[in-house]
Protein backbone atom coordinates (compact mmCIF):
# COMPACT_ATOMS: atom_id res chain seq x y z
CA UNK A 1 0.00 0.00 0.00
CA UNK A 2 2.85 2.33 1.20
CA UNK A 3 4.51 1.73 -2.19
CA UNK A 4 1.47 2.48 -4.59
CA UNK A 5 1.19 5.62 -2.68
CA UNK A 6 4.55 6.38 -2.79
CA UNK A 7 4.31 6.03 -6.97
CA UNK A 8 0.82 8.26 -6.88
CA UNK A 9 2.66 11.28 -5.07
CA UNK A 10 5.81 10.96 -7.54
CA UNK A 11 3.33 11.07 -10.20
CA UNK A 12 1.82 13.94 -9.07
CA UNK A 13 5.11 15.96 -8.65
CA UNK A 14 6.06 14.55 -11.67
CA UNK A 15 3.08 16.56 -13.27
CA UNK A 16 3.11 19.82 -11.15
CA UNK A 17 -0.02 18.90 -9.07
CA UNK A 18 2.17 19.20 -5.56
CA UNK A 19 2.47 22.58 -4.17
CA UNK A 20 6.15 23.07 -2.60
CA UNK A 21 6.16 23.83 1.38
CA UNK A 22 7.49 26.72 2.77
CA UNK A 23 10.85 26.91 3.53
CA UNK A 24 12.20 30.41 4.76
CA UNK A 25 15.64 31.79 3.22
CA UNK A 26 18.71 30.89 5.84
CA UNK A 27 18.66 34.25 7.96
CA UNK A 28 14.89 33.22 8.88
CA UNK A 29 15.73 29.62 9.31
CA UNK A 30 18.73 30.95 11.49
CA UNK A 31 16.40 33.04 13.73
CA UNK A 32 14.03 30.30 14.00
CA UNK A 33 16.44 27.91 15.65
CA UNK A 34 17.43 30.41 17.45
CA UNK A 35 14.14 31.69 19.05
CA UNK A 36 12.78 28.31 19.08
CA UNK A 37 16.11 27.06 21.54
CA UNK A 38 14.81 30.29 23.59
CA UNK A 39 11.02 28.82 24.21
CA UNK A 40 12.12 25.75 24.86
CA UNK A 41 14.98 26.77 27.77
CA UNK A 42 12.58 29.29 28.84
CA UNK A 43 10.10 26.12 29.41
CA UNK A 44 13.55 24.48 31.26
CA UNK A 45 13.52 27.67 33.30
CA UNK A 46 9.81 27.82 33.95
CA UNK A 47 9.90 24.14 35.03
CA UNK A 48 12.86 24.67 37.79
CA UNK A 49 11.27 27.41 39.07
CA UNK A 50 7.95 24.89 39.59
CA UNK A 51 9.67 22.33 41.19
CA UNK A 52 12.01 24.98 43.22
CA UNK A 53 8.18 25.51 44.51
CA UNK A 54 7.21 22.37 45.14
CA UNK A 55 10.22 21.97 47.52
CA UNK A 56 10.33 24.67 49.39
CA UNK A 57 6.19 23.71 50.13
CA UNK A 58 7.42 20.25 50.86
CA UNK A 59 9.18 21.79 53.73
CA UNK A 60 6.25 24.02 54.44
CA UNK A 61 7.46 27.41 53.46
CA UNK A 62 4.32 29.09 51.97
CA UNK A 63 6.51 32.01 49.84
CA UNK A 64 5.10 31.58 46.95
CA UNK A 65 1.72 32.64 48.50
CA UNK A 66 2.97 36.07 50.00
CA UNK A 67 5.49 36.65 46.93
CA UNK A 68 4.49 37.13 43.29
CA UNK A 69 7.78 35.92 41.99
CA UNK A 70 9.92 34.27 44.27
CA UNK A 71 13.13 34.24 42.76
CA UNK A 72 13.06 38.05 42.79
CA UNK A 73 15.51 40.23 44.42
CA UNK A 74 13.23 39.40 48.05
CA UNK A 75 12.24 36.06 47.31
CA UNK A 76 16.33 34.94 46.00
CA UNK A 77 17.66 36.76 49.60
CA UNK A 78 15.47 34.18 51.21
CA UNK A 79 15.68 31.07 49.78
CA UNK A 80 19.87 31.46 49.68
CA UNK A 81 19.39 32.27 53.38
CA UNK A 82 17.40 28.84 54.01
CA UNK A 83 20.14 27.26 52.03
CA UNK A 84 23.05 28.56 54.13
CA UNK A 85 20.81 26.95 57.29
CA UNK A 86 19.09 30.01 58.28
CA UNK A 87 15.70 28.61 59.59
CA UNK A 88 14.44 31.64 61.94
CA UNK A 89 11.74 33.50 60.29
CA UNK A 90 12.40 36.62 61.80
CA UNK A 91 15.51 36.95 60.63
CA UNK A 92 14.45 35.46 56.96
CA UNK A 93 11.36 37.60 56.75
CA UNK A 94 13.53 40.91 57.38
CA UNK A 95 15.13 40.11 53.97
CA UNK A 96 11.95 41.05 52.22
CA UNK A 97 11.97 44.35 50.63
CA UNK A 98 9.79 47.18 51.86
CA UNK A 99 7.98 46.82 48.72
CA UNK A 100 6.42 43.17 49.16
CA UNK A 101 2.54 43.59 49.95
CA UNK A 102 2.44 40.92 52.76
CA UNK A 103 2.72 42.51 56.48
CA UNK A 104 5.78 40.86 58.65
CA UNK A 105 3.17 39.06 60.71
CA UNK A 106 1.88 36.80 57.16
CA UNK A 107 5.72 36.58 55.73
CA UNK A 108 6.84 35.68 59.00
CA UNK A 109 4.38 32.52 59.22
CA UNK A 110 5.12 31.80 55.35
CA UNK A 111 8.60 30.95 56.62
CA UNK A 112 8.07 28.92 59.26
CA UNK A 113 8.76 25.57 58.26
CA UNK A 114 11.18 22.38 58.68
CA UNK A 115 13.84 22.94 55.96
CA UNK A 116 16.00 19.79 55.77
CA UNK A 117 19.67 18.75 54.87
CA UNK A 118 17.58 17.61 51.82
CA UNK A 119 15.28 20.16 50.68
CA UNK A 120 18.77 22.79 50.86
CA UNK A 121 20.20 20.49 48.36
CA UNK A 122 17.46 20.85 46.05
CA UNK A 123 16.88 24.32 46.79
CA UNK A 124 20.64 24.82 45.74
CA UNK A 125 20.25 22.60 42.69
CA UNK A 126 17.49 24.29 41.19
CA UNK A 127 19.11 27.82 41.54
CA UNK A 128 21.76 26.76 39.75
CA UNK A 129 20.39 25.59 36.90
CA UNK A 130 17.92 28.59 36.89
CA UNK A 131 21.11 30.85 36.85
CA UNK A 132 22.71 28.75 34.00
CA UNK A 133 19.27 29.09 32.12
CA UNK A 134 18.99 32.60 32.80
CA UNK A 135 23.15 32.94 31.41
CA UNK A 136 21.72 30.39 27.97
CA UNK A 137 18.98 32.87 27.28
CA UNK A 138 20.75 36.01 27.60
CA UNK A 139 23.15 34.63 24.70
CA UNK A 140 20.93 33.67 22.57
CA UNK A 141 19.21 37.34 23.47
CA UNK A 142 22.75 38.61 21.89
CA UNK A 143 22.53 36.36 19.18
CA UNK A 144 19.24 37.10 17.81
CA UNK A 145 19.97 40.84 18.17
CA UNK A 146 23.35 40.38 16.01
CA UNK A 147 21.00 39.03 13.27
CA UNK A 148 18.35 41.31 13.83
CA UNK A 149 18.87 42.85 10.50
CA UNK A 150 16.72 41.77 8.17
CA UNK A 151 13.76 41.99 10.43
CA UNK A 152 14.63 44.99 12.17
CA UNK A 153 12.54 47.60 10.20
CA UNK A 154 9.05 45.65 10.83
CA UNK A 155 9.54 44.53 14.25
CA UNK A 156 7.77 48.44 15.24
CA UNK A 157 5.31 47.79 12.58
CA UNK A 158 4.08 44.76 14.52
CA UNK A 159 4.22 45.71 17.88
CA UNK A 160 1.51 48.39 16.90
CA UNK A 161 -0.66 45.12 16.83
CA UNK A 162 -2.66 45.14 20.35
CA UNK A 163 -0.95 41.91 22.30
CA UNK A 164 2.31 41.82 20.19
CA UNK A 165 5.51 42.64 21.97
CA UNK A 166 9.14 42.98 20.76
CA UNK A 167 9.94 39.25 21.30
CA UNK A 168 6.15 37.82 19.75
CA UNK A 169 7.08 40.09 16.88
CA UNK A 170 10.43 38.58 16.30
CA UNK A 171 8.81 35.42 16.87
CA UNK A 172 6.24 35.55 14.13
CA UNK A 173 8.85 37.62 11.67
CA UNK A 174 11.24 33.99 12.28
CA UNK A 175 8.44 31.59 12.05
CA UNK A 176 6.65 33.21 8.66
CA UNK A 177 9.49 35.57 7.04
CA UNK A 178 9.25 38.39 5.40
CA UNK A 179 8.06 37.85 1.75
CA UNK A 180 4.57 36.88 2.38
CA UNK A 181 4.18 36.49 -1.58
CA UNK A 182 4.87 32.84 -0.55
CA UNK A 183 1.01 32.49 0.98
CA UNK A 184 -1.03 33.96 -1.90
CA UNK A 185 -3.65 34.79 0.57
CA UNK A 186 -3.80 35.81 4.44
CA UNK A 187 -6.54 32.59 4.61
CA UNK A 188 -3.44 30.16 2.98
CA UNK A 189 -1.20 31.59 6.05
CA UNK A 190 -4.03 31.23 8.45
CA UNK A 191 -4.34 27.63 7.26
CA UNK A 192 -0.66 26.96 7.57
CA UNK A 193 -0.42 28.18 10.72
CA UNK A 194 -3.95 25.91 12.14
CA UNK A 195 -5.59 28.84 12.73
CA UNK A 196 -8.51 27.56 11.13
CA UNK A 197 -11.21 25.17 12.42
CA UNK A 198 -10.65 21.54 10.96
CA UNK A 199 -13.21 19.86 8.90
CA UNK A 200 -14.40 16.87 10.27
CA UNK A 201 -17.73 16.13 8.08
CA UNK A 202 -19.48 13.46 7.68
CA UNK A 203 -23.24 12.60 6.45
CA UNK A 204 -23.62 16.01 6.34
CA UNK A 205 -22.75 16.78 10.21
CA UNK A 206 -20.32 18.29 11.48
CA UNK A 207 -18.00 16.30 13.96
CA UNK A 208 -15.42 18.47 15.17
CA UNK A 209 -14.41 22.03 14.90
CA UNK A 210 -10.65 21.78 16.51
CA UNK A 211 -8.12 23.94 15.30
CA UNK A 212 -5.24 21.70 13.24
CA UNK A 213 -2.11 21.11 14.29
CA UNK A 214 -0.34 23.54 11.76
CA UNK A 215 2.57 25.26 12.88
CA UNK A 216 3.05 25.23 16.74
CA UNK A 217 5.31 27.20 17.79
CA UNK A 218 4.20 30.03 15.66
CA UNK A 219 0.34 29.02 16.73
CA UNK A 220 1.20 29.37 20.48
CA UNK A 221 3.19 32.64 20.45
CA UNK A 222 -0.29 34.00 18.80
CA UNK A 223 -2.37 32.32 21.07
CA UNK A 224 -0.23 34.00 23.84
CA UNK A 225 -0.45 37.37 21.89
CA UNK A 226 -4.34 36.87 21.60
CA UNK A 227 -4.82 36.48 25.47
CA UNK A 228 -2.83 40.05 25.90
CA UNK A 229 -4.73 41.66 23.38
CA UNK A 230 -8.68 40.60 24.72
CA UNK A 231 -7.65 42.78 27.66
CA UNK A 232 -6.75 45.84 26.28
CA UNK A 233 -10.05 47.71 26.75
CA UNK A 234 -11.32 49.93 23.60
CA UNK A 235 -9.95 47.68 21.20
CA UNK A 236 -11.15 46.05 18.00
CA UNK A 237 -9.79 42.67 19.66
CA UNK A 238 -10.88 42.86 22.94
CA UNK A 239 -14.80 43.22 21.56
CA UNK A 240 -13.91 40.82 18.62
CA UNK A 241 -12.50 38.32 21.91
CA UNK A 242 -15.91 39.45 24.09
CA UNK A 243 -18.47 39.00 21.38
CA UNK A 244 -17.22 35.38 20.32
CA UNK A 245 -16.72 34.51 24.14
CA UNK A 246 -20.62 34.79 24.22
CA UNK A 247 -21.65 32.03 21.67
CA UNK A 248 -18.55 30.04 21.36
CA UNK A 249 -16.75 29.99 24.67
CA UNK A 250 -13.06 31.52 25.75
CA UNK A 251 -10.77 28.67 23.37
CA UNK A 252 -12.89 29.70 20.25
CA UNK A 253 -13.01 33.05 20.90
CA UNK A 254 -9.17 33.65 21.37
CA UNK A 255 -8.76 31.47 18.30
CA UNK A 256 -10.29 33.71 16.14
CA UNK A 257 -8.38 36.83 17.66
CA UNK A 258 -5.41 34.38 16.49
CA UNK A 259 -6.00 34.58 13.63
CA UNK A 260 -7.24 37.75 13.44
CA UNK A 261 -3.17 39.01 14.54
CA UNK A 262 -1.87 37.02 12.55
CA UNK A 263 -4.40 38.43 9.12
CA UNK A 264 -3.79 41.91 10.47
CA UNK A 265 0.28 40.98 10.09
CA UNK A 266 -0.20 39.32 6.82
CA UNK A 267 -0.86 42.85 5.54
CA UNK A 268 1.40 44.99 7.12
CA UNK A 269 4.46 43.19 6.61
CA UNK A 270 3.31 43.32 2.94
CA UNK A 271 2.59 46.46 2.62
CA UNK A 272 5.00 48.11 5.52
CA UNK A 273 1.76 49.58 6.91
CA UNK A 274 1.27 50.16 10.99
CA UNK A 275 -2.07 48.78 12.65
CA UNK A 276 -5.27 50.74 12.38
CA UNK A 277 -7.24 49.98 14.66
CA UNK A 278 -11.12 49.46 13.77
CA UNK A 279 -12.52 50.41 17.13
CA UNK A 280 -14.85 48.70 20.30
CA UNK A 281 -17.97 49.39 18.25
CA UNK A 282 -16.86 48.15 15.00
CA UNK A 283 -19.23 45.46 15.17
CA UNK A 284 -22.16 47.61 15.97
CA UNK A 285 -21.65 49.67 13.27
CA UNK A 286 -21.61 47.00 10.78
CA UNK A 287 -25.24 45.42 12.36
CA UNK A 288 -26.38 48.89 12.27
CA UNK A 289 -28.20 48.74 8.46
CA UNK A 290 -29.48 45.17 8.98
CA UNK A 291 -30.95 46.52 12.62
CA UNK A 292 -32.84 49.39 10.85
CA UNK A 293 -33.69 46.97 7.91
CA UNK A 294 -35.29 43.98 9.60
CA UNK A 295 -37.22 46.78 12.36
CA UNK A 296 -38.64 48.49 8.79
CA UNK A 297 -39.51 45.39 7.64
CA UNK A 298 -41.40 44.32 10.94
CA UNK A 299 -43.31 48.12 10.91
CA UNK A 300 -44.64 47.31 7.22
CA UNK A 301 -46.02 43.96 8.16
CA UNK A 302 -48.35 45.47 11.03
CA UNK A 303 -49.44 47.67 8.05
CA UNK A 304 -47.83 50.75 8.33
CA UNK A 305 -45.17 52.90 6.38
CA UNK A 306 -42.30 54.31 7.79
CA UNK A 307 -39.53 56.40 6.34
CA UNK A 308 -35.79 56.17 7.98
CA UNK A 309 -34.01 59.94 8.86
CA UNK A 310 -31.18 60.24 10.74
CA UNK A 311 -31.63 62.81 13.52
CA UNK A 312 -29.88 66.12 13.21
CA UNK A 313 -26.37 66.47 14.85
Known amino acids: MSGKRSLWLADLLAHGLIRASFVPDPQTQEQRGLLRTRKQLTRERTSHIQRLQ ?23 AMIEALIAGETNPLRLASLASSRIKASPAVLREALRGRVTRHHRFLLRLHLQQIDALDRAIAEVDKEVEANLAPFRELIPVLTSIPGIGELAARILLAEIGTDMS ?26 STRMRKGAPWLKTTLIQCAWAAARKKASYLAAQFHRLRARRGPKKAVGAVAASILTAAYHMIADGTFYQDLGPDHFERRAKPNQIKGLVAKIQSLGYDVEIKPLAA
Open 54 to 76: KTLEEANIKLDSVISDVIGASGR
Open 182 to 207: RFPTAGHLISWAGLCPGNDESAGKRR
